[in-house]
């Protein structure tokens, strides 16, 4: 069991959608790598959320990290989201369903308290509804006997952040969004977030833009700075404020994702590939 304290942010997280039964091992190739934020859902539609948890303790047992020494973040995902493999009773109240998605994801993660608890997104694409304002209370009081440290939501839009704090003063510590370039990179949500202290954290950075990782400005970058045009892209996403993720298979990425954390933009660099497409 995770007793110890838990660090404080690491720079980049380590996404474990997609995995299926590489999960375990790549959750502990990323440790070993040097990861140490993790992020699951217990959603089986696209996480293997127990594997992650064979993957911690085989890492534990090799000594290459220690509980204390993790940031570990999952999810709350709604019925719509999940498939027949589902982590609750569907029958039962969304309060209910809340406690039981976290104490199964307690026992998947063989922990008893995670750093982070994620609502996957709302119930609705047009606004806070009272379903979500329900599933919120119920992550509060998770959170309140000290099954989570920190709260966040994902997926949402700034008419979704702006609901949810017109019925609750108090913001959530993480947004979590698919960051799209040709949207200037989330720049409304961002821009909410960074007015009131949330972490915005940053998925799909290089898939959801191809055309970024292709630009001349982004080319030439990397090759002066000796860097790939994907390190760029993620140094770029820390200095502007996000904490990126990183769902990578591939322990050369994961070397050079990790690496990037020391690569340095200039200001007129960072304004030019935040602008270059919208
Ligand atoms: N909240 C949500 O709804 C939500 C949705 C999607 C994802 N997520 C989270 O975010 C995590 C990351 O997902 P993602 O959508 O960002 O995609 P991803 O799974 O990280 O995929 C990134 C792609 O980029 C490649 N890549 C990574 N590092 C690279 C590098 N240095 N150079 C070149 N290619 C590189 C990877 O290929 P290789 O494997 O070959 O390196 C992979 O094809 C997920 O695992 C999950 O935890 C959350």
């Not at 959750?27 to 911690?56: C, K, P, S, W």
């Not at 220690?66 to 995902?77: C, I, N, P, S, Y």
């Not at 770029?236 to 070397?255: C, D, Q, Y």
């Amino acid at each position: 069991m995770r007793t110890n304290q838990s660090p404080t942010l690491p720079d980049f997280l380590y996404g474990t959608a997609w995995k299926e039964d590489r999960t375990p091992a790549l959750v502990e190739l990323a440790l070993g790598m040097g990861f140490r934020g993790i992020d699951t859902a217990n959603q089986r539609r696209h996480y293997f959320e127990a594997g992650v948890g064979q993957g911690l303790a085989a890492a534990y047992r090799a000594e290459i990290v220690t509980h204390g020494d993790l940031f570990l973040q999952t999810k709350f995902t709604y019925r719509p989201g999940q498939d027949h493999r589902l982590p609750y009773d569907p029958a039962a109240s969304l309060t209910v369903q809340v406690a039981q998605s976290m104490a199964s994801s307690l026992e998947h993660l063989e922990t008893d308290y995670v750093d982070s608890y994620v609502l996957h997104g709302p119930a609705s694409g047009y606004g806070w509804t009272d379903a979500d304002a329900e599933v919120w209370e119920a992550m509060r009081k998770e959170r309140d006997a000290r099954r989570t440290r920190l709260l966040g939501v994902s997926n949402v839009s700034l008419e979704h952040l702006e609901q949810m704090a017109a019925a609750d003063p108090e913001p959530p510590t993480f947004v979590q969004n698919r960051c799209y370039a040709r949207f200037g990179w989330d720049r409304e949500v961002r821009l909410f977030c960074r007015e009131r202290k949330i972490i915005y954290q940053g998925f799909s950075l290089l898939t959801a833009n191809p055309e970024i990782l292709h630009h001349p400005l982004v080319m030439g970058l990397a090759t002066r700075a000796n860097a790939t045009p994907a390190q760029i892209v993620f140094s770029f996403a820390r200095t502007i404020g996000m904490l990126p993720l990183t769902g990578t298979s591939s322990a050369e990425h994961m070397k050079q994702d990790l690496a990037s954390t020391n690569l340095v933009l200039e200001p007129d660099a960072v304004q030019a590939i935040e602008s270059l497409f919208g």
